[in-house]
């Protein structure tokens, strides 16, 4: 089925789809698919692609304190009452390979929502270096403000054939600390799979906490997954994060991979490290299986 847009949940009179635009140049405007290749080593194209065969594709947009924040979502065709994932970006936005990860997600059953998280500080996908990205745009993303938003995503799945009673959340990079982040905020979320996300860190207006402040009080069970060659997250932190949790019930639970660095689910980029990108996505979904995202 041909994606979509839509606003509000209606459907876009002037979508690009209505005109026969070729489905690879809709992702281009709508989801960043071509990010400026100066951001950082690309690979020529994802390793995975999972089509949309069986499903329905599309991108709503909507409004959260007087802003449009566009989201893509992706769900088996025709079924309703799914299990909710959240699917949260790194730095980079939500480009083709995290459209493509909540199409992994739908092709299992799940209603997999991917909002724009950066929407109000500019556009993350095209933004040509890590410097620049993360001074004018990823620094100036409020906790709150990303808080709200998977919340009125949440509202928007109960509404939209989701069962939210079965809702999980999984990130990436920046999107893993915020999924620690949200599975302490929203006592809804029945289990998290943070991928490489940062657990500590300086306090700031924007940041004022970190998972390991919330650590302790957890409820639901977040599983972590992490590379030993990560240079950007110490391991000693992880195991700082493992005795905060410790003092805590949530059942949470790491996975270090020996020889996995940053980055290593991202079959797009050249720190892709397929052998633990496979097995982390088998951990994940049973995860989620296993504490009722099913």
Same mark, same amino acid.
């Given at each position: ?12 009179? !002037? ?8 489905r ?14 100066? $951001?950082?080593p690309v ?16 991108t709503?947009?909507?409004a959260?304190?007087g802003?449009d924040?566009p989201?893509?979502v992706?769900?088996p065709e025709?079924?309703s ?6 699917v949260v970006?790194?730095?980079f936005?939500?480009h083709?390979?995290?459209? !493509?990860?909540?199409?992994?997600f ?9 909002p ?7 556009d993350? $996908?095209r933004v040509?270096?890590i ?6 745009i ?5 906790d709150a403000?990303?808080m ?13 054939g ?6 999980g959340i ?6 893993g600390r ?7 905020h929203n006592?809804?979320v029945k ?12 306090? $700031?207006?924007n ?9 302790? $009080?957890?409820t639901?069970p /977040?599983?972590?997954l992490?590379?030993?060659?990560d ?7 992880v195991?700082?994060?493992?005795a905060a949790?410790?003092?805590g019930k ?6 270090v991979?020996?020889?996995?660095g940053?980055?290593?689910n991202?079959?797009?980029r050249?720190?892709? /490290?397929e052998?633990?990108a496979?097995?982390?996505w088998m ?12």
């Open positions: 089925m041909k994606d979509l847009v839509q606003d509000g949940g209606s459907l876009v009179a !002037d979508s690009p789809f209505a005109d026969g635009v070729d690879r140049d809709f992702l281009k405007v709508a989801l960043g698919s071509g990010f400026a290749a100066a $951001t950082l690979a020529a194209q994802s390793v995975i692609k999972t089509d949309a065969a069986g499903l329905s594709t599309s709503v947009k909507l959260v304190n802003q924040v989201v893509y992706a769900r025709g079924k009452k799914l299990p909710v994932i959240l970006s790194e730095i936005g939500v083709e390979h995290i459209a !493509d990860v909540a199409r992994r739908a092709k299992q059953g799940y209603l997999a929502l991917a724009d998280l950066f929407v109000r500080q500019g993350a $996908t040509a270096d410097a620049t990205l993360m001074k004018d990823v620094s100036k993303t409020p403000q990303v709200g938003d998977l919340d009125a995503c949440v509202a928007w799945a109960a509404k939209n989701g069962n939210v009673d079965k809702l999984t990130g990436f990079c920046w999107g915020i999924t620690w982040l949200y599975a302490a006592p809804k289990a998290g799979v943070a991928w490489y996300g940062r657990l500590m860190g300086d306090a $700031t207006p940041t004022p906490k970190h998972p390991i402040d919330f650590a302790p $009080t957890l639901a /977040v599983l972590g992490y590379g030993a060659k240079q950007g997250i110490p391991l000693d932190t195991e700082k994060m493992k949790l410790a003092k949530s059942g949470s639970s790491f996975v991979y020996p020889d996995a940053h980055a290593f991202a079959d797009y050249p720190s892709y /490290v052998k633990d496979k097995d982390g951990r994940a979904l049973a995860w989620f299986k296993q504490h009722g995202v099913n």
